[in-house]
């Protein structure tokens, strides 16, 4: 799973394997390491009506219904948004990069614009 923080958005990215694992447990996490501190984000199924989020203690919590994310989770649905209170909150299945990049991306979702890329 991926975080992406810009302004007053955030953004979780998930490849098929965070997708699967967030549908059989309804919760996922990412740790990241500072040393002295460290940040968690996580995502979090709930019987909320929308998507919402909070921060408390160095973690990000985001939620997401479970109404929502059973039907996020099938093939044609890429993401779910919301705005919140002025917080723009977006979940999205990880599509591959249609540029070379190192990361591996083995795990992540086919584009469906490769197809009009690669005639």
């Known amino acids: ?3 992406r923080i810009k302004g007053n958005s955030l953004r979780y990215r998930l490849t098929k394997s965070d997708v699967d ?11 990241t390491d ?6 968690t984000y996580a995502l979090q199924q709930n019987r909320l009506n929308n998507l919402s989020a909070v921060f ?22 890429v993401g779910v948004e919301y705005q919140d209170n002025g917080l723009f909150l977006l979940v999205e299945k990880d ?18 614009l490769a197809k009009t890329f690669s005639n």
């Open 56 to 77: 408390e203690d160095n973690k990000i919590t985001l939620f997401m219904p479970a109404t929502l994310a059973n039907k996020w989770e099938l093939p044609d649905n």
């Open 21 to 31: 694992k967030f549908m059989k447990n309804g919760y996922i996490e990412e740790i």
């Open 95 to 112: 599509f591959k990069c249609l540029d070379n990049v190192a990361e591996d991306q083995s795990d992540n979702y086919p584009n469906p």
């Open 34 to 39: 500072f040393g002295a501190q460290r940040l």
């Open 1 to 3: 799973m991926k975080i």
